[in-house]
């Protein structure tokens, strides 16, 4: 063994090692006690750091939850209050308008081959009928003026009268009920039009309809509405005393009207949000005045002549309107969309060609 080689290389080694150790004390001598805790100090802090990141991703996972929630529910209010409308105005204004033609077809097949004769067995009171046409035209009817055709044409305005009274009346029904049910609804309707804003009416109207007409109508209700018609038609038949009728083509008429009138029931119900609209006829008792700007003069003499200040006796045909839109100090604006055409106390003067212009 070489032990003078190991005492030089231990020698050699001595002083690195005492220096090392002289530094470690300087540094542990640099830290003291403060700088242990420090260290400790810090290590509470980025616990602590570490617990708060934590938090913070609970509630971010919580606030990412409810903003869903929220994102869902301003999706179904943004459908409910703006679900987007069925059909076009054009759509209501079309049915309005073949709606008119198929009155105006009924009552106008209705008195094919009519004859005069003695009907008993009237289907409704003749006083029903007269609150429905008019008395002026109700007298008409039972002391009606010479000659066949004049007649015949006081027969058919009375029909036209009745049918479009009776459907107008369909028409603008918010429920089926006609009780005082159905009357609290019409009156609710009627108030939220005065102050609320069209969101908030178009859709209540449309689910108020849909839950209480649309949903459930049944045939034997279609049917009941045909009934209803052609009760009036009859009693209006009778009036005019009347002997011949066809009775299979005047349902079948009826039929293909309470159909239309539904469908156009529920295109301004149901089907339209945006905007109001309404289906409207003169006033006959007490009579209304001309009013070019919602009427057409059904017997005038001239295109575009108008007959001011000439009484109404009724309506032949439905009117459209659409209602305007709610400010402050109600709802103004509306706009005349269908005129309704209108027969004027001066018949039987315009049946025989006599007539005075304005």
Known sequence: MNTSADHTYTEGLAAPISRIRKELVDI?????????????????????????????????????????????????????????????????VQA?????????QAARQATEGWRAGTVGGVSQPREEIATVIGHQLATLLQTPPPGHDTRRAVLEVALQATITRRIAGIVSTLTRDSNEGGATLNDIYRRMRRKEPQSIIGRWRALTHKYSISSSMTVEEHE???????????????????????????RESLHAIV??????RKFIGEDMTT????????????????????MVDEYAPEKNTYRRGAA?????????????????????????????????????????????AE
């Open 96 to 104: 309005v308008v073949k709606l008119n033609a198929e009155i105006y």
């Open 28 to 92: 542990e001598r640099a830290l003291g006690t403060g700088g242990y805790e420090t260290v400790a100090h810090l290590k509470n802090e980025l616990e602590l750091s570490r617990k708060r990141e934590e938090q913070l991703q609970r509630e971010n996972e919580k606030m990412k939850s409810i903003i869903g929630t929220q994102g869902r529910e301003l999706d179904e209010a943004r459908t409910f209050l703006n679900p987007g409308d069925v059909i076009s105005e054009n759509d209501i």
């Open 312 to 356: 109404v006796l009724c309506s032949v045909s439905l009117g459209l309107r659409r209602e305007g839109e709610t400010v402050k100090e109600g709802r103004h604006g509306g706009k005349t969309l269908v005129k309704t055409p209108v027969v004027l106390e001066t018949l039987v003067g315009d049946l025989a060609g006599e007539y005075t």
């Open 259 to 264: 159909h239309k009138a539904l469908s156009l």
């Open 224 to 250: 009941a509405y045909v009934d209803a018609l052609r009760n009036s038609v009859l009693a209006v038949f009778d009036m005019a005393r009347t002997e011949r009728y066809d009775d299979v083509d005047l």
């Open 275 to 294: 905007s109001d609209y309404n289906v409207f006829v003169a006033r006959p008792d007490p009579a209304e005045l001309f009013n070019p700007e919602t």
